[in-house]
């Protein structure tokens, strides 16, 4: 059934009242601690107010071991949970929709604010990260801990769902990745076997939050590296975990952190630039029936009505176009109705 681009759209039991996402991005605004700030909440509330159709935080640590950045939002202890209650509620306030993404840096963790080596799936040098100290058994227990402990965290600070982060080359895209992920053990090896890492995060954070929790994944459609992750990898994870309802929706991306591999460059004035990861998009859509949120390289409304009201998109996700026009929603909004001159569905 063909949707709206303005359609109210829905990621397990939350409505969203239109098919436009915030995607994450670091803001970089959290304290030393890892806490929510003001400026971050103000942010987000003016989002809210000019007509997002839901929000996704940016990337917020779950152990102190997978840190990406100076002044990242965090959620490894209950002592963050109140002031980003305060930022799910301003959102609310506003009638909004807010997800928190859930990350582990993996290899990319920045070692001057961990006080740790980089850690991955294997000792190997990952497309813009370091050399890596195989993670442990024991490594991998800590991490799925931490992945679940956060989701109850974020379910109790008001979050209306958390999306876990496992693109753009931090440490679950790095153990999905053949590219990187060189080990003989469970955790290594076919793309089954390389997805454990992230299908046992996904049992324990379901386990947290219950079955109608919203809990969802950014997953990278491929990776671009030589050897790396394939749309047909991609879509076989996306089937295993599927076949165990452990998700609500997946956001498809296709970007490794500081190795810029996007394949074209996104020229506003040429929409056939836009949406880089397409491709993927469709050939998802072709095996699994999730609900699907697309982000990269959209830029303009009429690339996002196109994706949507074709059926090869069900939810539109930007970031970088809200940091300089917080209000395009409203501007696409205005644009529609004097392409249509029609009331909003």
């Known amino acids: 059934m063909s949707h709206s681009l303005w359609s109210p759209g829905f990621i397990g039991s939350v409505c969203l009242k239109n098919r436009i996402i ?7 605004q959290a304290d030393a601690d890892g806490a929510c700030t003001p400026l971050q909440i103000a942010l987000l509330r003016e989002l809210t107010a000019h007509g997002v159709g839901g929000i996704i935080t940016g990337h917020i640590y779950v152990h102190r071991s997978g840190m990406a950045g100076n002044r990242q939002l965090g959620l490894d202890r209950d002592e963050l949970i109140p002031r980003l209650a305060q930022m799910a ?17 993996g290899n990319q963790a920045d070692t001057y604010l961990t006080g740790l080596p980089p850690s991955g799936p294997s000792a190997v040098i990952p497309p813009g990260g ?29 979050f209306d769902g958390v999306q876990l982060h496992a693109a753009h080359g931090y440490c679950l895209s790095e153990f999905l990745s053949p590219a990187v992920n060189k080990r003989s053990d469970a955790y290594g090896g076919n793309v089954k076997k390389r997805a454990r890492l992230l299908l046992e995060v ?3 954070v379901r386990a947290e939050v219950g079955k ?3 809990v969802f994944i950014k997953i990278d459609g491929e990776d671009f590296h030589e050897d790396g992750l394939t749309r047909e990898m991609m879509c076989e ?28 460059t996104v020229d506003t004035a040429n929409p056939g630039t836009e949406a880089y990861v397409y491709k993927a998009a469709l050939e998802f859509k072709r095996c699994c029936a999730l609900p699907l949120i697309l982000v990269g390289g959209i830029r303009s409304l009429s690339v996002a009505r196109s994706l949507v009201e074709r059926d090869q998109v069900d939810f539109v996700a930007m970031a970088r176009p809200f940091i300089k026009e917080p209000w395009l929603v409203h501007t696409w909004w205005a644009q529609e109705q004097a392409l249509t001159d029609t009331p909003p569905a």
């Open 22 to 28: 915030r995607s994450a991005v670091n803001d970089a």
């Open 89 to 105: 509620r301003a959102v609310h306030e506003g009638k909004g929709v807010i997800f928190a993404q859930l990350s582990h840096a």
């Open 130 to 158: 370091h050399v890596s100290c195989p993670m442990s058994r024991e490594d991998i227990k800590t991490i799925i801990d931490a992945f679940a402990l956060a989701a109850q965290r974020a379910k109790k600070a008001g």
């Open 202 to 204: 996904c049992r324990a």
């Open 212 to 214: 109608d929790y919203p």
């Open 237 to 264: 994870t996306v089937r295993l975990l599927d076949r165990e309802k452990l998700l609500d929706a997946v956001e498809l991306s296709g970007f490794w952190g500081r190795f810029k591999n996007r394949r074209d």
